[in-house]
């Protein structure tokens, strides 16, 4: 049986954004993973909950690709998180989401070395990224381990096309 992904991309600027960009690129021709934009889908951000709801249940894995902002997600993308994952579709009713994964694939402006205790985020990307562990949690949904990509600004070319691979063998193992 092939594990359907969908990659909920909520990058609010994808022109301008050279990390996102290029794992987009690096998994939009994966057979079984469907690249879905949220801000090019909805860029008047009214939300078609009928509709991403059939995605989510159409899928086996949910995959967040976001940039890490003031952390969080991006703000359509918690947007999005408010009005489709809805009680009796994604909690409270028995687990309608149980057997999914939740991926989240994020990237920092930070090194890594600044998320730490005593660095200068203080606390770690695990810590950080809690909030939506617990939010799979709550849905029922398996959490994967994050794949980031710390110092998106000062990420070079090769490591970026590393990157990028490591993203697109792990949405290929998944298949």
Do not use: C
């Not at 890490?68 to 703000?75: D, I, N, R, T």
């Not at 810590?127 to 799979?136: C, G, I, S, V, Y």
């Amino acid at each position: 049986m092939t594990v359907r992904t969908l990659v909920l991309l909520a990058h609010p600027d994808l022109g301008r954004s050279r990390i996102n960009s290029a794992l987009a690129d690096a998994v939009r021709d994966l057979d079984h993973v469907t690249l879905h934009d949220i801000h090019a889908t909805y860029p008047d951000r009214v939300i078609d909950v009928t509709a991403e709801q059939r995605l989510v249940r159409e899928h086996d894995v949910i995959v967040f690709q976001f940039p890490f902002h003031w952390y969080s997600v991006p703000g359509f993308l918690k947007q999005w998180l408010d009005e489709v994952m809805l009680r009796d579709f994604a909690y409270d009713s028995g687990p309608l989401l149980g057997g999914k994964t939740l991926q989240l694939v994020t990237s920092t402006g930070g090194v890594e070395e600044a998320y730490r205790p005593g660095g200068f985020h203080r606390f770690t990307m695990a810590e950080l990224l809690r909030p939506l562990e617990q939010t799979a949690h709550r849905m029922g949904l398996a959490y994967a381990e994050p794949l980031v990509l710390h110092d998106a600004r000062g990420t070079g070319d090769e490591e970026l096309a590393l990157h990028a691979k490591r993203y697109r063998e792990l949405l290929a193992s998944l298949g």
